[in-house]
């Protein structure tokens, strides 16, 4: 195992009611930005529990951060932070209102143009304190210091990582998430499955804990997803959905071990060009990933088919093929197809333009191993046709 420092700062509250905390949690003369999405807190009651919890304070109300949050509209979060004077944000949403959240965050006592805060990971001094009160199981963003950001004018999606936008509390009321539609629910899942594979699906690192609790989480996600999905008003599993989800990106399983990361960078490209859902995007990297990488992942990927799936008997190569069947499976079986075809994209073209599109941005040796060349990239979309 690596040496590493774990500190995660974001203190939960989990569970239903839970949304009353925030009156807890904000100083009672906070001026809180309350940035949120579309508009379903409207319709499934958190915007009044959340609005009940703030009180008095001075609130100033920021709807209309889209999926996949793009930054014009978060520049403009940013001018109403600046003009009201806001000290706290209140993030009331699914990973893109969080993400969306950090960058404000951050961006508001930026000096010089705040693009560069992902475009050039430019340093950042100091950032707005957030609050979260998370309604979409996914992306782990309610733990960590993560966000990405899309800039539609310039076909963009880029991430950003930094210690000071890690939210110092988030709510997780599980009863907030049934108002999901399936597509987003499933989504999540699909999501959160591919975050424990980029920390987990390497080469064996002596991390038996993260290990263990890497197939745990996988294995509840596997257990709880379908569940969730045939009654979505199941609480039991609602809650073990969410709280999988955020263990699946909180940072803890991936300590001291190596991680991988290519789906998501090829994924994102995806979402840039053809604005495919971000799990959708991974349902169709990740399959193709293990089958063009199973060589050097052989090891892991002999221990996931056995400890995840219960593949023991046969061939080694017939185990590593089952398991990859079945990684496969599951995303379909969740309704997130694994194909380019299936979004109507050319393999050929786009594994070109996505390798070009990452190497270009400095990201020619992706992987745990720093084998996912551009040749590599393109290997794995066209095997994604
Ligand atoms: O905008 P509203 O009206 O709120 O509707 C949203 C949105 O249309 C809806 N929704 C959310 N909660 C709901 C709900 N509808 C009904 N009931 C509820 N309780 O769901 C739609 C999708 O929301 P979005 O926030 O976009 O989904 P998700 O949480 O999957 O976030 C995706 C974004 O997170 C990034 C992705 O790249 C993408 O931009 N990621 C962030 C990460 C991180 N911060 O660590 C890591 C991930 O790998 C990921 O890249
Ligand atoms: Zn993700």
Known sequence: MENFTYHNPTRIHFGRGQIAQVDRELPANARVLLLAGGGSIKQNGVYAQVKAALGARPVFEFFGVEANPDYDTLMRAVAVCRAEKVDWILAVGGGSVLDGSKFVAAAVDFVGEPWDIVAKRAKIERALPIGTVLTLPATGSEANGAAVISRRTIKEKLAFIHPLVFPRFSVLDPETTFSLPARQVANGIGD????????????????????????????????????????????DARANLVWAATWALNNAIGMGVPQDWASHMIGHELTALHGIDHARTLAIVLPSLMQVQRAPKREKLLQYAARVWDL??????????????????????????????????????????????LASKGMAQLGERGDITPAVVEKILRAAA
């Open 192 to 235: 959160a499955f591919c975050h424990v594979m980029e920390q987990y699906l390497t080469f064996p690192a002596h991390g038996a804990i993260q290990d263990r609790f890497a197939e745990s989480v996988l294995r509840v996600l596997i257990d709880e997803g379908p569940k969730t999905l045939a009654n979505p008003r199941d609480y």
């Open 312 to 357: 023991r008997a046969g061939s080694e190569d017939a185990r590593i093929d089952a398991a990859i069947a079945a990684t496969r499976k599951f995303y379909e079986t969740l309704g997130l197809q694994t194909r380019l075809a299936d979004y109507d994209v050319k393999a050929d073209t786009t594994a070109s333009e996505v390798a070009r599109r």
